[in-house]
């Protein structure tokens, strides 16, 4: 009998070694698991911020170089209109090109942005109402965001320059009408060019397929 209880001792004493081992791997590897999934959560959530924080500034540059455009053209428009119109009442024409090319600036700066700042809210809430964008949305978003800046942009200007908001909201509400309307034009044109040109290669996709269909036809045949 001595020989069974001891045999029995023994098979208990190491059961009770591989459990405790068990319970130590486990307490060991425990931490280990919950380190790997925080370090996985930090980094999911470190790359969807990053991920943000670049569509955001993308958005910026997008629009910094919409308003800036538009800036540099009226600036160049204001330079050589105010070399004219100094050449024209005999006043220096250097100065007054410097002077209209950078009031022309000024304004074009106020007016374009508030444009952008319309036409992003617009655009923000139409991503939150969750609806497509069709193309009547699109003309009416132009004409909103334009008719928003000939306000805005034209009371702040008709305030700074004149001292009557008034006098300068009534000013740019039909020059900002107008500008919707050509770039509503422009971007009418841009449209069909583009599905012209995309009609045009797939024209030449299909011809040269024909070609190549012909070819092995003949090539088969003799």
């Keep these: 009998m001595l020989p069974s209880l001891s045999r029995c001792v023994d098979c208990n004493h190491n059961n009770n070694n ?21 370090t996985t959560t930090a980094t999911s959530s470190a790359t969807s911020s990053s991920s943000s924080s670049f569509l955001w500034f993308d958005t910026f540059l997008k629009e910094f170089d919409h308003v800036a455009n538009r800036v540099g053209i009226c600036t160049l428009l ?29 304004v074009a700066t106020s007016v374009f942005g508030m444009e952008r700042i319309a036409a992003v809210a617009l655009q923000q809430q139409q991503q939150s109402d969750a609806t497509t964008i069709q193309h009547d949305d699109s003309f009416r978003w132009t004409l909103s965001s334009h008719a928003f800046a000939g306000v805005a942009g034209g009371a ?20 900002m009408l107008c500008v919707a ?25 299909e011809d040269v397929q024909q070609l190549n269909k012909h070819d092995d036809e003949t090539v088969s045949n003799s």
């Excluded at 459990?19 to 925080?38: D, F, H, R, V």
């Excluded at 330079?79 to 009031?103: D, E, H, I």
Aim: net charge positive; proline share 4%; hydrophobic share 35%.
């Design 18 to 38: 591989n459990n405790s081992t068990k319970n130590i791997s486990l307490l060991a590897s425990s931490p280990s698991t919950a380190a790997a999934k925080a």
């Design 181 to 205: 309307g050509m770039e509503l034009e422009w971007k009418h044109r841009k449209e069909l060019r583009t599905a012209q040109v995309q009609l045009e290669q797939q024209q030449q996709e």
């Design 156 to 175: 702040l200007n008709g305030y700074l320059y004149q001292k009557k908001p008034l006098r300068g909201m009534f000013y740019f509400i039909p020059i």
């Design 78 to 106: 204001g330079f050589f209109g105010g070399a004219a119109y100094g050449t024209l009442k005999g006043f220096p024409r250097r100065s007054t090109a410097l002077k209209a090319a950078s009031s022309c600036a000024i």
